[in-house]
């Protein structure tokens, strides 16, 4: 293994911090990870949470290619870099029970597979037993690996039914296939540093399997983490790039395994990198921006998918790609030539208020190269986003505050909501894909339920812009649900809401809106999973885009006044950091949060258990 | 800085010939560079009548910001401004033959560069040529030579210091400076002075130059006491007594008029038949009860309501006052949003502080609320960031991260209030830089009607990326804060609108590269589109790609060969260099750090340059033949300038004088589309 020499001793990182604040030269030294113990709690209904701990991670200063600015100048025009604050992921490879309130509602229906992806540690035994029951229905990814497209036993794989889109035969289906080059012996002037514990080995094959790993990036930085190993403040690897910050990353559920993980990370340069960090191997993809040339908010894998991924990037397209397929300087045009009778492609201009623009379709037959498809959904950046729990959705945030929900599999737009103002910058599905959640730039969250295309409560507690939303899984039944939001005000939020009170006659009932109210009413909340995700297509989606003119309007949902709209207060709000927080995420133990300076806390539970809400 | 500034003042105010002289001197040298407004102003099309494409730096006099970053706020109130202009209405008796009250404006000549005014200094101010070098030195990262030492910062390129003084350099520089008294029927107030400086910019027959206001300070000084030292000020007490004495001067003329008027109803019978003629015909000419006098309520004014309950009896009383801007309390990581809702937060009315009853009759303790009543068309929004604490017994400013959004709806509005969900747009932030409230500098921020997001620093005006505006939340190393923020009304379609139309330009500049080559201007939409300058890379059209082939096209049009070098390149360009340095430009340097970078970095250079050459081999054939037309274009062009010169000069002896623009296109380079490639460029992994 290939041993750098130990890190040498630093200053702290307060002094760093100290140092940027007052806008001189950082210094020009990494420091490291620290853990502490302070003692903080809160109490909500169910019980108290004690933090646990407060992992700092450490900020990279920047790489010293880089001119430090002595006398920075505040109204300097140049541009800078965009950052994301600290963005972490966890993961498990072990079997972990699902959250008990919510395995009792879903144990029986397809849905289950998907809705358990929240709490990620309980993917793979769905996986190991429904792929054992050979219900992978997907043709193009049948013989793609033991458990994929598992996850998609409800809805048809990404692309289905296009055959330049079927992955390459592998003789020995359970060898997975890793990246072209070795990350250690990299001369890349993209990557600067790569730092591996000394004991990488060892330290992975004593862990427990059940451990949690972390991982997260911080600017030009990035971290792999053990949460099982007493010293947690050690990273397993760490990357430093030398100017492009890694604004996301995502591991894929369906490939993971103690000997193999796919992990790709966005960048502010717009570019990919695929990596398998047990191997040490990676892939560079959208090389210099020849796809797309601005950054990359968001990066996720497609549900079920081995190896396309959906990437946002912030010129407002959506762009997949296959990590094992070489890039190729993309032209609209000449697609434009290959999928013919397609409307949309050939008007430059489009009304991204009622479709979005095709520049590539996944149907396209010219699958050779990336990317695989290209949707431009407007010119405003997106923030964030989601795939709805039955893997057929995805609900996307822009920075022009509108909330798109898309028929991925079709490339179908098929609803618009928009914030009550200000940009959108979260989005999450509840558990059973009934509600989308979003946070924004209003202080609000928002909570929409997508096949009712109604705004159902706004939620006022956050004191600045809410940056992220997750809902509870272990708190939330057939009729409560719970969620968690942080924000730039420091502050966590904690916030129930159950379909009783969301019935609550308010001055809404009364607008002039009679077709989808009195279509509503109709439907039963009680109604089981399956038909709600239908409903979601055959009543909103369909009538809306098919129909005429008056119905292409219908797409986008007006912004309701405050005087029609529920509110909902939180149960808890709670300064949890002292710096902005940009990252939370319910494990079956605790809260963790991120701060934008890189404290990654861990709220552990009410030690009695933690039944279902009532 | 100041000082040196007005130092430039006491030169060449007559010497207008030299200064032409010296710009035909000149011709040898790289011509003067274009600033990055000039670029994203070119081909505009004819100047507008209504003064919204005027993009004018104002004058500093020596710590006269919080006036230069205000009134600019209030110029591009588009509302404000057109009532402004607007007023008083003159009455056809007032305006025979179209006469129109016209503003004393003198043209200042601008510096020359080798002027008077800078011998005098001892120095001379840097031709392009120096500047190009020094810039390149600085970018090369090359520290100065230390023969170069005690640069003044105006020498130095690309700081404020050094635009400030290249934009009075290239004027026309319009001068307020004297009385302009009994224009429009008024004394000469705060409001002529004003109307003064709209009225010239609007007539103005260039896009961009300097106005300096230095009549309006004066009156404005007059008639405040407390503005009358050279000490730094606040700009926000400023925004209230600007507007304060706008309201004052504007009733005391109605008031006036009206008097005039009943003088005039007992003027006779004749008298009176004609002015009821004269009624028929403009009823809303003049007079108090004209709906011209509300105006400036109209726009700023809105009405708070405290609601008081007392505890006592239950019984709650209201009490209304107006506002014409909020000021709020801030606190560490918040948004505006939410201090403003703080705003209306219930206060106790105890001990102290009780509440005197009507209905118990007598002292009580109380709850009192304030909310909103009636919206205003334009929310100003103070920020409290200088804060009077005990201990220093002096103003501390308030470093905290307040952040606020482009768009704005208020929660706290009373329940009767009209369109409670009014939708605000963020049209304008005046920023503090400095430590403290007693030293510092004021510049705006502000969203044009069409021509996105400009800085307004003094006397120097650019084009800013719509997140720039976010860098002013107060975190930011600099101490440059967002003091005042001024909201107007607006609808959610125009927002949406507007959000599209700022990616479609893109678009649309993306469909017209088939035509660049071919159209001689057509590189102006170009400019349009792509100068701006970004405060962080997101903005990118999607194909940038695309844009980036096109600049290698269109490096053969006639358009761009004649054009001065793009600021972000260090070397000047010439004809036959321009498209091997765009070329260079696209391939970014290596970074000189490591052997094996260095060595990679040889290798791929040479894979480029091999393509390159291919490359242009295939252009050095069409570039030849455009050449011969270049040749004749540029001759027409230089024909045509003269000419427009001696007509400008003909026709303005009286008004600003036409700036010696250069005629050719700068071509549009985003330096910020190579950056942050430069480390991944070169390596192929």
């Not at chain 2, 304030?370 to 604490?389: C, E, S």
Request: charged share 25%; hydrophobic share 35%; aromatic share 8%.
């Amino acid at each position: 293994m290939f041993v750098l020499p130990p890190p040498p001793r630093y200053p702290t990182q307060a002094a760093y911090n100290a140092a940027v604040a007052a806008g001189q030269a950082t210094p020009m030294i990494e420091t490291n990870n620290i853990l502490t113990t302070p003692e903080e709690q809160f109490l909500v209904g169910e019980g108290t949470y004690v933090l646990k701990e407060d992992l700092h991670l450490a900020t990279p200063p920047p790489h010293p290619s880089e001119a430090p600015v002595i006398n920075p100048n505040p109204l300097a025009t140049t541009p800078q870099p965009a950052t994301a604050g600290t963005k972490v992921s966890l993961l498990s490879f072990a079997v972990r029970p699902p959250p008990p309130a919510f395995y009792r509602l879903t144990s029986a229906t397809a849905l289950s597979a998907s809705i358990a992806e929240h709490p990620n540690e309980s993917r793979e035994s769905q996986n190991a037993k429904l792929s054992s029951d050979g219900e992978g229905q997907s043709a193009s990814f049948s013989d793609g690996g033991p458990s994929t497209s598992v996850t998609a036993v409800s809805a048809p794989a990404f692309g289905e039914g296009n055959a330049s889109l079927a992955p390459e035969k592998t003789k020995d289906a359970n060898k997975r296939r890793k990246p072209k080059n070795n990350m250690t012996k990299s001369n890349s002037s993209f990557i600067s540093r790569v730092i591996i514990n000394e004991s990488f080995t060892k330290k992975l094959a004593d862990r427990p399997g059940d451990g949690l790993f972390a991982f997260a990036n911080i600017n030009r930085a990035f971290q792999w983490l053990d949460l099982s190993s007493p010293n947690k403040a050690d990273y397993l690897t760490k990357i430093l790039f030398t100017k492009a910050h890694c604004l996301c990353h995502a591991v894929n559920k369906v490939t993971k395994g103690p000997g193999h993980l796919d992990l790709i990370m966005g960048f502010s340069t717009g570019e990919i990198i695929w990596w398998e960090p047990i191997s040490q191997r990676y892939t560079r993809l959208n090389k210099n921006g020849i796809i797309n040339k601005t950054p990359v908010s968001e990066i996720q894998w497609i549900p079920g998918s081995e190896n396309h991924f959906m990437a946002a990037h912030m010129d407002g397209s959506l762009i997949v790609y296959d990590k094992e397929k070489e890039d190729a300087a993309f032209n609209p045009q000449e697609e434009e030539e290959t999928v013919d009778g397609e409307g949309e492609t050939s008007a430059r201009v489009v009304d991204h208020l009622s479709r979005i623009q095709i520049l590539k379709s996944v149907h396209s037959k010219n699958q050779k190269t990336n990317p695989v498809a290209i949707w431009k959904l407007s010119n405003q950046r997106i923030n964030a986003f989601a795939f709805s729990p039955d893997n057929r959705h995805l609900a996307v945030v822009s920075e022009d505050g509108t909330m798109r929900i898309i028929d991925y599999l079709k490339e179908l737009l098929l609803n618009i909501f928009n914030a009550y103002f200000g940009g959108l910058s979260c989005v999450c599905w509840s558990p059973d894909g009934k509600y989308v959640v979003t946070g924004g730039q209003d202080d609000l969250i928002s909570i929409w339920c997508p096949s009712e295309r109604s705004l159902i409560a706004r939620c006022r507690g956050h004191q600045s812009w809410v940056t992220s939303v997750a809902f509870d899984p272990w708190r939330c039944d057939e009729r409560n649900y719970r969620f968690g939001s942080v924000g730039e005000d420091c502050r966590l939020c904690l916030w129930d809401f159950n379909v009783g009170m969301l019935h609550r006659p308010k001055a809404a009932s009364v607008r002039h809106r009679g077709s989808i109210s009195s279509r509503t009413t109709n439907l039963q909340r009680a109604e089981t999973q399956g038909t709600t995700a239908s409903r979601i297509r055959s009543n909103s989606g369909y009538s809306g885009f098919e129909g005429a003119e008056d119905d292409i309007q219908s797409i986008s949902v007006p912004v309701e006044p405050r005087s029609m709209t529920a509110t909902i207060p939180p149960v808890l709000t709670k300064k949890a950091d002292k710096d902005p927080l940009c990252w939370l995420e319910f494990t079956d133990e605790s809260i963790m949060t991120s701060s934008k300076t890189g404290h990654l806390r861990t709220w552990k539970r009410p030690s009695d258990n933690p039944g279902p809400a009532e | 800085m100041t000082s040196l500034l007005s130092r430039f003042k006491t030169g060449a105010a007559g010497d207008a010939k030299a200064a032409s002289k010296d710009a035909q001197k000149k011709k040898e040298e790289p011509p003067p560079e274009l600033t990055p407004l000039e670029k994203m102003l070119q081909n505009a099309g004819p100047v507008r009548e209504d003064g919204s494409d005027k993009f004018y730096g104002l004058e500093n006099f020596g710590n006269t910001c919080y006036c230069n970053s205000m009134v600019q706020a209030l110029y591009y109130t588009t509302v404000f401004r057109e009532n402004v202009l607007n007023y008083p209405p003159l009455s056809p008796s007032e305006t025979p033959e179209g006469f129109k009250p016209k503003v004393n404006v003198v043209v200042r000549a601008p510096q020359a560069e080798n002027g008077t005014a800078n011998q005098a200094n001892g120095k001379k101010a840097l031709t392009t040529a120096e500047v190009l070098a020094r810039r390149k030195q600085i970018n090369s990262g090359q520290v100065i030579p230390a023969t170069q030492q005690g640069i003044r910062p105006e020498d130095k390129p690309d700081t404020p210091e050094y635009k400030k003084k290249q934009a009075m350099l290239k004027g026309p520089i319009l001068e307020l400076t004297q009385e302009n008294p009994g224009a429009y029927g008024m004394d000469e107030c705060t409001f002529t002075g004003l109307r003064d400086i709209f009225m010239t910019l609007v007539e103005a027959n260039t896009r961009t130059g300097v106005l300096s206001p230095q009549r309006f300070l004066e009156i404005f000084k007059r008639d405040n006491e407390m503005f009358r030292n050279s000490m730094h000020q606040d700009a926000h007490e400023f925004y209230g007594l600007v507007l304060n004495d706008v309201i004052s001067n504007v009733e005391r003329n109605a008031k006036r008029l009206m008097e005039q008027e009943s003088k005039h109803a007992n003027d006779g019978l004749l008298r009176s038949l004609e002015s009821a003629f004269s009624h028929t015909v403009m009823p809303t000419s003049n007079g108090v009860n004209s709906p011209g006098t509300g105006w400036v309520h109209d726009i700023f004014e809105g009405v708070l309501t405290s609601e008081t309950k007392c505890l006592t009896c239950e019984t709650t009383s209201q009490r209304d006052e107006t506002f014409l801007d909020l000021s709020i309390d801030l606190e560490e990581h918040s948004s505006v949003t939410s201090c403003l809702q703080k705003f209306s937060a219930e206060e106790m009315l105890c001990e102290r502080n009780k509440f005197h009853c009507d209905h118990c009759g007598g002292l009580q303790e109380a709850e009192k609320r304030m909310k909103i009543k009636r919206l205003p068309k334009v929310l100003a929004l103070h920020l409290k960031r200088f804060k009077y604490t005990e201990d220093y017994s002096r103003l501390q400013k308030l470093f905290h991260r307040v952040v606020y959004p482009y768009e704005l709806r208020m929660f706290n509005t009373t329940e009767d209030a009209e369109d409670p969900d009014r939708l605000y747009e963020l049209y304008a932030v005046i920023v503090h830089i400095g430590g403290n409230a007693y030293h510092g500098h004021y510049v705006s921020v502000i969203k044009t009607e069409d021509r996105g997001w400009l800085l307004f620093d003094d006397e120097m005006v650019e084009p800013v990326d719509k997140h720039y505006v976010r860098n002013f939340f107060g975190d930011k190393p600099g101490m440059a804060c967002a003091y005042v923020l001024l909201y107007q009304e607006t609808t959610f379609e125009k927002v949406r609108a507007q959000q599209e139309a700022e990616g479609l330009e893109e678009v649309r500049i993306a469909s017209e590269k088939a035509d660049v080559a071919t159209e001689e201007n057509g590189l102006g939409g170009l400019a349009n589109g792509l100068t701006r300058q970004v405060s962080q890379p997101n903005a990118i059209p999607i194909d940038d790609r695309e844009t980036m082939t096109r600049l290698a096209h269109a490096s053969t049009a006639p358009g761009m060969v004649i054009s001065s070098p793009p600021p972000p390149l260090p070397t000047p360009l010439n004809q036959v260099e321009s498209s091997s340095v765009l070329a260079r430009s696209l391939t970014a340097k290596p970074d000189p750090k490591s052997k094996e970078e260095k060595k990679e970095a040889k290798a791929a250079e040479k894979a480029k340059k091999a393509a390159e050459k291919e490359e242009q081999k295939s252009k050095d054939k069409q570039k030849k033949e455009h050449e011969v037309q270049l040749r004749e274009a540029r001759k027409a062009e230089a024909e045509n300038l003269k000419k427009a010169l001696e007509e400008s000069k003909k026709a303005t002896e009286e008004g600003p004088r036409r700036p010696k623009r250069h005629q050719g296109q700068a071509f549009p380079q985003e330096p910020w589309a190579f950056e942050p490639h430069k480390a991944g460029e070169q390596v192929h992994v």
